[in-house]
């Protein structure tokens, strides 16, 4: 969720925080961030299924971590660039 924060903050799309190039990725990127935002706004909270197990992770940590988004948005074709 630090991507979203982070965004709201400086009233940038969350794409750009990760400075997505590919135009429909990263509208697509927004679009989830808009589910995310959009069930927080209504009280519920987003999980994450962990791999093919299944199983929920509600820990927090590891799955929700913006070096795991990046590293699936890279695996998905995405071109991600790091900021300085």
């Known amino acids: 969720m630090t991507v979203l ?18 135009s429909y990725d990263a509208y697509c990127f927004d ?6 935002i959009g069930q ?4 519920k909270h ?5 791999g093919a197990a299944g199983e929920n992770d509600h820990s927090g940590q590891g799955i929700n971590d913006n070096g795991r988004t990046v590293a699936l948005l890279k695996q998905l074709g995405a071109e991600v660039k790091q900021i300085d």
Request: contains cysteine; aromatic residues 12%.
């Open 5 to 22: 924060t982070a965004a709201q903050r400086f009233h940038i799309r969350p794409s750009e925080m990760l400075r997505l190039q590919d």
């Open 31 to 36: 679009e989830a961030c808009c589910w995310m």
């Open 40 to 43: 927080l706004e209504e009280g």
């Open 46 to 50: 987003p999980f994450f299924q962990r």
